[in-house]
């Protein structure tokens, strides 16, 4: 059973940074593609970021362009997602997804339904 596990979240201030990881366990699979996707109390789950795991080509939401990276380690078989300038507004549950279809409609998955596996999320607050 593949458990995708994500840490590193938590309460900082408008302008600070956070690092969040998502480690995979639970056995081999073949991933296309792993994500972060984030879900603010009210709203819909919405994209943030994705890497095609064999190609290493990376997708970002355009309110998170220039703020956030995506970036793997193979050997630890985890992904982060490095925020920066962090805003009160990036406030919300952020997910990590691993994806292992393919034939979507851009370079990287970005829609939910493209998503097979999904961590239990990680609140990050920004505080202004």
């Known amino acids: 059973q593949v458990q995708l596990v994500e840490s590193g979240g938590g309460l900082v201030q408008a302008g600070g940074s956070l690092r969040l990881s998502c480690a995979a366990s639970?056995?081999?699979?073949?991933?296309?593609?792993m994500g972060w996707f984030r879900q603010a109390p009210g709203k819909e789950r919405e994209f943030v970021a994705a890497?095609?795991?064999?190609?290493?080509?990376?997708l970002y939401a355009d309110s998170v362009k220039g703020r956030f990276t995506i970036s793997r380690d193979n050997a630890k078989n985890t992904v982060y997602l490095q925020m920066n300038s962090l805003k009160p507004e990036d406030t919300a549950v952020y997910f990590c997804?691993?994806?292992?279809?393919?034939?979507?409609?851009?370079?990287?998955?970005?829609?939910?339904?493209?998503?097979?596996?999904w961590g239990q999320g990680t609140q990050v607050t920004v505080s202004s």
């Open positions: 997804a691993a994806a292992v279809g393919t034939g979507w409609s851009t370079p990287t998955p970005i829609e939910t339904y493209e998503y097979d596996y």
């Open positions: 890497m095609h795991w064999s190609v290493g080509n990376t």
């Open positions: 639970g056995g081999t699979f073949r991933r296309n593609a």
